[in-house]
């Protein structure tokens, strides 16, 4: 296939002084790698001071109903299950597409590369459900064992890049790389363990659609209609299975084509022939620039669509879909809570869980694996500062708090519990782990 045509642009209209004003600080913050998790954080901490200053009007808006009327087909739902069941599904599309960019083409492309960052994937997902069971197998609590088993990404790389100095690059990339994993046995948890019962015919209408899609990335179709309608689709099939539908999320991000269509030779020899017409003549300035939009439009059109698909969703899940879910989902009136619950073994099996099973089963199994010659410690890093990365990797929140809502569906007592362990064990290891990264010296 040859390589896109280059060609001028139209020019960009200038943006108003008091618009860039605006706008320069707000996308300052933005483009900061902690600034969803500070944004996480927030609607975290809103949520815990509506609940608990008024929460009477908190559940009214959380339960408040919602409903979409297509001709004769009606949909009723409330604000919980909008952003749970659905606005949650996008959430796990762009974890399913970084996960396909990663396996395809990024650090996990090679057994090499993935081999160790799985290893302490496993042991953050082994050690720290044992750890709950030994508080709650044979209990009431039991069926919350997944809960602390996923690393929240957002908070985790948050608290990394604000501890950039100390932190070498390619111990980031473990972190990130092991919460992929992470991310993995969490969606398989979900869909295996916390369905409804499966109705074997909706589950074979969903494979096929399944298939169809495939055949859709197998020919490249970079319409993004055809692939909403088909994720949609795929939702409802989910549904009727009685499997969570927000797995056709995942199921439809790992189907998206992740290499470009274009090959990258090919794009560089267009581009090496454009550029050396450029450089041969003599142009004004405003033509110049508008030979660089039109290098930068060729550029994106190489893209592959789960680039392109991510790089456009991304920003509305970190900026709107994860802080909305954490303001419906964080609300825990800590006065309504009976003072056994505090400390009930659903809440104290979470935490410990959360703080010392995900750095100790990290730790462990990465140290393991190091000693056997796998491969060697990240970043050459040494063992205080995997230690205090390990820490980090146990703020589960996002996911942690959707398996808990799946674990418990019709005991709020319980998962108002869990929610209370998943935020205490979360600040816990977060603190522990910035402390730990905090008494190191600064990275060369």
Known sequence: MSAPRIERSSGVPPIPPLVRA?????????????????????????ALAWANLAGGSYHAFVEA???????????AFTVHALVNDGLMTL????????IKHELAVGELRSPSRAALPLVAALGGMVVPAAIYLAWNAGGEGQPGWGIPMATDIAFAIGVLALLRSRVPHALLVFVTALAIFDDIGGILVIAFFYGEGVAMTWLAGAVALAAGLGVLSRWQVRS??????GGATLWYAFHRA??????????????VPARPRFHQQDVIDALTLHAGALAGSREDEARAAEDVVGIEKALEARESLVVRLTSILHPWVAFGVVPAFALVNSGVELAAIPPHRLLGSVAVGTAVALLAGKALGIFAFTAAAVKLGLAPIPGEAGWMRLLGACAVAGIGFTVAIFIAGLA?????????????????????????????????PPVR
């Not at 109903?65 to 949909?75: E, K, N, Q, S, W």
């Not at 993004?224 to 309608?229: E, F, P, Q, S, T």
């Not at 290891?429 to 402390?435: R, Y």
């Open 22 to 46: 605006v706008a320069r600080p707000l996308a300052a913050f933005f483009r900061l790698e902690a600034a969803s998790g500070i944004l996480l954080l927030a609607a975290a901490v809103a």
């Open 65 to 75: 109903p919602l409903g979409i009327r297509i001709g004769p087909l009606v949909a």
């Open 91 to 98: 959430f796990f599309f762009v974890v399913g597409m970084e």
């Open 224 to 229: 993004g209609l055809a692939w909403a309608c």
């Open 242 to 255: 009685g499997i969570h539908p927000t797995i056709a999320g995942v199921a439809l991000g790992l189907l």
């Open 408 to 440: 418990f569906p019709h005991r709020p007592d319980l998962l108002d519990e869990a929610k209370l362990g998943i935020l205490a064990g979360s600040l816990a290891a977060g603190v522990a782990g910035a402390l730990v990264l905090r008494a190191t």
